[in-house]
């Protein structure tokens, strides 16, 4: 499959690279032109190519990778329609992010009530969103081996079929996409990430496996005590079976 990046930062070094191992090939933008990530994508290797933002979105699936307050130009111009866009972006309202307890509660704040792939979806009208990607630092997936540790992705949106894609392209790189439903419920507990953890407040050695449904080992929603859903705690982080709050 061909995936396309709008922005050239951490995420599409460390996803993209994961993305690569399984066999997917990458056109990388960013906002300056082709020949200002050259080096960026040589040092990705063979099957990432330097492109444009359109040659980019027109790929088998748009990964959205900017800061959040690049959003609006990265979208513009550009025909959405029809489009797997993922949106892998937190919504940090300052140019640089403070991801602090605090900076976190500033930015949720501004979103007023609404979830950020709202609306990114208001923005890029017309495309088939999905939000993953972003609920886990990208120092937590820095392991490109075959028997790296399956992380788990979350993973939500409104269109079915095109979510079900990208969960099955996110576990073929060895990661665990989770569904956690729709933009406006599961897109909450993955909009603003914290980069750091601070206490645990759940741990499950068969949490992955227990997100298998018995009939087709397709994935859902995780099942444990005290159910992750949007009036629990929509901060959290899970990695390795761990639930990861930051309080």
């Not at 007023?112 to 792939?117: E, I, K, Q, V, Y």
């Not at 894609?165 to 060895?174: A, F």
């Not at 993955?190 to 750091?196: F, M, N, P, R, T």
Request: charged share 20%; with cysteine.
């Amino acid at each position: 499959m061909k995936i396309g990046f709008i922005g050239a930062g951490t995420v599409t070094r460390t996803f993209g690279r994961h993305l690569m191992m399984a066999g997917h090939t990458l056109v990388v933008s960013n906002s300056k032109g082709p020949e200002t990530v050259a080096s960026f994508v040589a040092d990705l290797g063979t099957g990432a190519i330097a492109g444009t933002k359109q040659q980019a979105a027109e790929c088998d699936v748009v990964i959205l990778a900017t800061r959040w307050v690049s959003v609006p130009d990265a979208l513009e111009g550009i025909d959405w329609k029809g489009r797997i866009l993922i949106d892998a972006t937190n919504a940090h309202m300052d140019p640089v992010p403070d991801t602090s307890l605090a900076g976190v509660t500033k930015s949720r704040s501004a979103l007023n009530g609404r979830t950020s792939s709202e609306i990114v979806a208001e923005t890029a009208v017309g495309a088939r969103l999905v939000k993953s990607i972003s609920n886990i630092p990208m120092n937590w997936i820095q392991d490109f081996s075959p028997t790296k540790p399956r992380t788990v992705i979350f993973t939500s949106g409104d269109d079915t079929e095109a979510k079900q894609l990208v969960i099955e392209w996110v576990n073929s790189t060895g990661l665990v996409a989770i569904d956690l439903g729709s933009l406006a419920i599961g897109g909450a507990m993955h909009e603003v990430a914290l980069l750091y953890p601070a206490s645990i407040s759940t741990s499950s050695a068969s949490f992955v496996e227990s997100a298998r449904t018995p009939t087709d080992n397709s994935l859902q929603a995780p099942k444990m005590e005290g159910e992750i859903n949007a009036s629990r705690n929509p901060r959290q982080h899970i990695h390795e079976g761990v639930v990861v709050t930051n309080e």
